[in-house]
């Protein structure tokens, strides 16, 4: 059960909230449909975590539609993926200009593409999560990663720029590795990053392939297929460029 169900309970456990009010909590409308969306409202009940919302193909005032219905039904902090600057720079505007939130509390990441409405919570969890990628190219894939662990409430250490071609780079942050909770392998090319972590690290490693590299790459296909084929034990494969979903993936893994 989810920490809000145990927080709703536990609150009338101690009288705080009677079981009539309870009841009315978790029998709110699970979504609001607004027309172009149906917003989940249960997901933090369910999940732990407020529906995030995917900001590539969705205009700036469609967002700040969104956003308003999750702020209006107390979803807390949110977060809103793939959004470029242009677009994050007209949702600020319209949000701020209907008064829905205050500018302070927005806030944007322009190399992650992310945008968050709120402050980020304590890092908590059972200890930090690594982000490792091949080289400087991986690094927008990686802070999508990196900033969706954070914003969830985890400790991120970034060590970027240890691929293969110059082992002796990521064998210097070995100790680091050794003591991560998850390792989060960023590569693209041939993939190699994610085989090599997965024989050194003792915890569980999340491959995220990436579209960097020449022809043969075919834009991540050959490094997804190589993290695919690992032969070592404790690594997982996200979607090709999928940092989104190694940084909520690692989130749950260091929150168990």
Do not use: W
Request: some cysteine.
């Amino acid at each position: 059960m989810m920490r809000d169900v145990k927080d709703i309970l536990n609150r009338v456990k101690t009288g705080e909230l009677s079981v009539e009010d309870a009841a009315a909590e978790l029998k709110a409308q699970p979504y609001e449909d607004i027309g172009y969306a149906k917003v989940d409202l249960h997901r933090k009940l369910r999940k732990g975590v407020a529906e995030v919302i995917y900001g590539e193909s969705k205009t700036a005032d469609q967002i700040a539609g969104i956003v308003e219905t999750m702020r209006d039904a107390d979803q807390g902090q949110i977060m809103v993926t793939r959004i470029d600057a242009k677009k994050s720079e007209a949702l600020l505007g319209l949000l701020a200009g209907r008064n829905a939130i205050e500018a302070d509390s927005y806030h944007y990441y322009e190399l992650a593409r992310i945008a968050t409405i709120g402050d980020k919570p304590e890092a908590s969890g059972i200890g930090k999560i690594v982000i490792a990628t091949g080289g400087t190219s991986d690094i927008p894939v990686a802070e999508e990663a990196a900033v969706t662990a954070e914003v969830l409430g985890n400790e991120v250490l970034r060590l970027y720029d240890v691929g293969v071609a110059g082992i002796h780079r990521l064998f210097d942050c070995s100790e680091e590795i050794m003591k991560a909770s998850v390792v989060i392998a960023i590569a693209g090319m041939e993939g190699a990053l994610a085989s090599v972590i997965g024989g050194i690290a003792s915890c569980p490693v999340i491959a995220v392939p990436t579209s960097v590299g020449y022809g043969a790459a075919f834009e991540g296909l050959t490094a997804l297929l190589s993290m695919l084929n690992s032969c070592a034990s404790g690594v997982s494969v996200v979607n090709i460029d999928n940092g989104y979903g190694a940084g909520y993936l690692a989130h749950i893994i260091n929150h168990r």
